[in-house]
């Protein structure tokens, strides 16, 4: 492990609730992911952590796509850099809890197919 760290900020919440940031040091490597990051403070931190993910080749999933630093991105292919980093779901889209929203397209939802609308 290195000595080196980074402060990962990162906005929780329920849906319908109050949001708040929490503040994670985390060990620190070059060419980091957001999301190696995210998955350490799980591992080593707070397993609460509400994440989703399902990575066999980056990019592959878009599973997890967040805001970081205000910009959307996939969290398996955004870098750390050294000093902070804030991450937050995705604004455009029902927070399900912390870092979690509902990607579900609107047209394959159940309330959609049980309306019987195409």
Do not use: Q
């Not at 319908?16 to 190696?36: C, K, T, W």
């Not at 592959?60 to 630093?69: G, Q, W």
Request: aromatic share 6%; proline share 4%.
């Amino acid at each position: 492990m290195t000595d080196r760290t980074v402060t990962l900020n990162v906005r929780r919440g329920e849906a319908g609730g109050e949001s708040r940031i929490e503040s994670f040091e985390v060990p620190y490597a070059e060419n980091m992911s957001v999301l190696d990051a995210l998955i350490w403070i799980r591992a080593y931190r707070d397993a609460s952590l509400a994440i989703r993910y399902s990575c066999i080749n980056a990019n592959a999933c878009k599973e997890c796509m967040v805001r970081v630093d205000g910009k959307v991105a996939y969290a398996c292919t955004a870098r750390l850099g050294a000093g902070e980093a804030t991450v937050e779901p995705l604004s455009n889209k029902p927070l399900l809890r912390d870092l979690v929203t509902d990607i579900t397209p609107p047209k394959e939802t159940l309330a959609h197919a049980l309306a019987g609308e195409d």
